[in-house]
């Protein structure tokens, strides 16, 4: 399904040439839950960012579905991040003026759908992930690992190829942690969504199938997790 080779990400040039990935390259099949570790400055969100064309590679290739995004013009990366990329941020990225249906099916509205269809979408999104029942909630009015719940919701309603999330606990306790993961696992073993997501949080293995470990801007490590 996604497919990486030899990309590579430099910031700056000469003597300051950053090398945020230094040649990459790695498959994720379709129905995969995939972690992506490594110290800060590794390269992991750097890889994650460039995975859901939030970022440009500098040189190298990366295909989804056979189709080359890395090549693509950037009205057409823009649609397919917009119609086919769900993306959970690390700070929920909620708007704070908006319900939880609200928040979630604004994508929806701008692909062009009727506000009564994406409500719809919306309540079964959200629905999936726990929350249906606080669905005139506003973000002020929820908990952390709620919000973050709302994310997911937003990312999975337009039903993506993939979704991608950035340090998705990290603002969370262990609690709330605990119910976003089982989100995101139950996600992944119902409804075969494919996840990518970094972590730096060695419990948060259990949860996924693979392990990707980068160090200093190279994958040094791709381990399939037994037991899970």
Partial sequence: MIKVKNLKRYYGSGSTTVKALNGVSFEI???EFVAIMGASGSGKTTILRILALLDDATSGEYTIRG???????????SYYRLTQVGYVFQDYALINEMTAAENVYILSMMEGKSKKESYKVALEALEKVGLKDKHDRIPDELSGGEKQRVAIARAIAKKPDIMFADEPCANLDTRNSEQVLDVFKD????YGQTIVMVTHEPWHVKYVDRVITFKDGVMVGDEWVEDR
């Fill in 187 to 190: 996600l992944n073993d119902n």
């Fill in 67 to 77: 189709l080359k995004v890395s090549s693509l013009p950037e009205a057409e990366r």
């Fill in 29 to 31: 099949n379709k129905g």
